[in-house]
């Protein structure tokens, strides 16, 4: 498909002639209109001109999509559509009012124009990406085919016109609709007609089709198709196999069959109301166009959305689909999609995306995450589920996304990469790992990288600081009595660790060694059998394992014999024991699970703890 800006810059070329030339020896009557409508004509005209010209670059056909070209194409039709006449200068200027509008459009959604996959939008609450979606659908043209977001659902008999509704007069509706009700004032009568008008429509027309489909064939007239309704249906049938249709065509109804009873349509559950709705307006879309959808999983469990959207896909291939959603488990069970990260919307026209790629160090269900925050990011040790997440969560929710990523190495690694692609957005990651004995000259390395290390051997130890001793004790022990047991649990923890020196040095020594082999791995890709021999020759002098021993046991012997808790708690790796053990004897039974509760209750004492040990951390934040 052949697309020409110059064939329409000369159209309009001619038209700012015709209408100059319209401008000459005006009766009265005419020249009031003139003045009204007329000059802002010419101006309109010169502005799109001067538009197309300095845009056409822009603009690389060669490499767009079909869809694109189609979408594209039907504006370029209306252009050369155009016709100035003096008697019809308010309608011709209206006209010109919507050719520019829709321009702006075209232009913004030329992000989309080289892409032949799905695709998804995303990015943080507030960011645009409805607004976006709502200013598409303002586009004049059929191939731009948006869905509601508001899936509040009901049939009424009694809808306005509904037997009279056509394909096109259905489509037309769909442009008209309010996409989302929230924070809209409305009185009865608008509210009702918001929430019957399109699902009503819809149903009546598919009935039609069907109907219309069915007695043509009978006739032997018409086209042999398949009704929308048998489309609809089939899809149906692979979600919810239990619940049949039933046709009626005298009064253009469906009612649902359930268990052998028969019951109106609006018994369907919300979601099983979205499920048809979505179907139905998907089998109605024109061929070959955008069809956009606002947070499709809404009222649906992923069970069902997930393979919903992927039945539609395949259904409608000639279409492309464009989501918008904030749900991770929608957007990642997209197949083959590409995503686009929605930094920021501003209409009309102020659009800040990247488009995200898998050539960066982050996985691309990592960077879609990401893209939904406008806090820094936190990386950090564990899962989900992990006591480090728990603890971290509590601490720092209010000033960071908190991502865990399992491993040190990985905390590392993603707060490295995110960092390398500040440029893009705007933002910054911090990591946090465990001390887990580093040296000195490593723990300066890594939070020269925006990487802190925790004054603890394991975060978990942070449970049994005395502040947290004190919120837990607290509630139902007076200070004396507080002091007892701290004192008594930080006696047994001495003890526990001086017992297990060997495991604790043990542990401790590995961890020196997986250092000291990080630090010092052999510099050439491709070493030869001397280069190896020599490399293993000069490890055993360069590693002082004795020396790094002593030093493990003196740092042991130093923090339990002087009662240090701040240095027991960063050499203590015994977190299983201390934690679900001692902590429980000595303290309070479920120790750890109390702990947890007052990080959350305690609303002072997750920012003592935070001023306390990560003061580092929060500097280098508020730089």
Not at 147 to 157: D, E
Not at 178 to 204: P, R, V
């Amino acid at each position: 498909m052949e697309i020409n800006f110059e064939k329409s810059i000369q159209k309009l070329n001619l038209e700012l002639k015709n209408v100059e030339t319209s401008s000459q020896d005006l009766n009265d009557e005419y020249q009031i209109q003139f003045n009204k409508y007329g000059r802002l004509i010419q101006e309109e005209l010169s502005g799109l001109v001067s538009t197309l010209v300095s845009e056409k670059s822009n603009f690389n056909f060669e490499t767009a999509t079909e869809n694109f070209k189609i979408l594209f194409n039907n504006w370029f039709q209306k252009v050369q559509g155009l016709g100035y006449e003096i008697d019809n200068m308010s309608f011709y200027y209206s006209q010109l009012e919507e050719i520019i509008n829709d321009f702006k459009i075209l232009r913004l959604f030329s992000f989309i124009s080289t892409i032949e996959s799905t695709v998804v939008l995303v990015g943080a609450n507030g960011s645009g990406k409805s607004t976006l979606i709502n200013h598409l659908r303002e586009l004049n043209n059929e191939k731009m085919y948006a869905l509601p977001a508001q899936k509040f659902l009901y049939f009424s008999k009694s809808t306005f016109e509904r037997n009279d509704t056509t394909v096109d007069s259905y489509r037309n509706s769909l442009k008209k609709s309010i996409l989302k009700t929230d924070n809209i004032d409305m009185d009865q009568y608008a509210l009702g007609k918001m929430f019957t008008h399109n699902f009503s429509n819809l149903i009546t027309l598919l009935v039609k089709n069907y109907t219309k489909i069915v007695t043509d064939k009978s006739r032997g007239v018409g086209q042999d198709e398949i009704p929308l309704w048998d489309k609809v249906e089939s899809i149906w049938k692979k979600l919810i196999p239990e619940i049949e249709f039933r046709i009626d065509s005298d009064d253009r109804l469906i009612f649902i069959k359930k268990s052998e009873k028969e019951y109106t349509i609006n018994s369907l559950s919300d979601g099983e109301k979205c499920i048809l709705f979505y179907i139905g307006n998907v089998m109605l879309a024109p061929q070959k166009s955008y069809i956009v959808v606002d947070e499709p999983e809404t009222f649906l469990n992923a069970a069902i959305y997930n393979e919903l959207w992927d039945l539609l896909i395949a259904e409608r291939s000639d279409c492309q689909f464009v989501f918008a959603s904030h749900n991770i488990d929608f957007i990642m069970a997209r197949n083959n999609a590409t995503y686009v990260w929605c930094k920021n919307f501003t209409p009309p026209t102020d659009f800040d995306y990247e488009v995200l790629n898998n050539d960066s160090l982050l996985p691309i269900t990592l960077q879609v995450e990401l893209s939904g925050s406008r806090k820094p990011i936190l990386f950090c040790e564990g899962e989900k589920d992990s006591l480090d997440y728990k603890i971290y969560s509590k601490l720092f929710s209010d000033k960071f996304f908190i991502k865990p990523v399992k491993g040190h190495k990985t905390v590392i690694a993603y707060t490295e990469a995110y960092n390398g692609l500040s440029e893009l957005h705007s933002n910054r990651a911090y990591g946090i790992v465990d001390y887990d004995w580093m040296s000195q000259a490593r723990v300066d390395a890594l939070q020269s990288k925006n990487v802190f290390t925790t004054p603890f051997n394991e975060i978990e130890m942070l449970l049994i600081s005395s502040d947290v001793i004190d919120s837990v004790l607290g509630t139902f022990k007076n200070s004396d009595e507080i002091k007892q047991h701290k004192d008594n649990f930080y006696k047994v923890l001495s003890e526990t660790c001086i017992g297990n020196r060997k495991k604790i040095s043990g542990i401790a020594l590995k961890k020196k060694v997986d250092e000291f082999v990080t630090g010092n791995l052999i510099q050439s890709s491709e070493p030869d059998l001397e280069q190896v021999q020599s490399y293993f020759s000069n490890f055993s002098k360069a590693f002082d394992a004795q020396g790094e021993l002593e030093l493990i046991d003196s740092a042991i012997d130093e923090a339990c014999t002087d009662k240090n808790v701040d240095q027991v708690l960063k050499i203590c790796n015994l977190k299983d024991e201390i934690l679900e053990y001692r902590a429980n004897t000595e303290l309070d039974r479920d120790y750890r699970k109390k702990a947890l509760i007052r990080l959350n209750l305690d609303k002072e004492l997750p920012g003592k703890l935070v001023n306390k040990y990560f003061s580092d951390l929060l500097e280098e934040v508020e730089k």
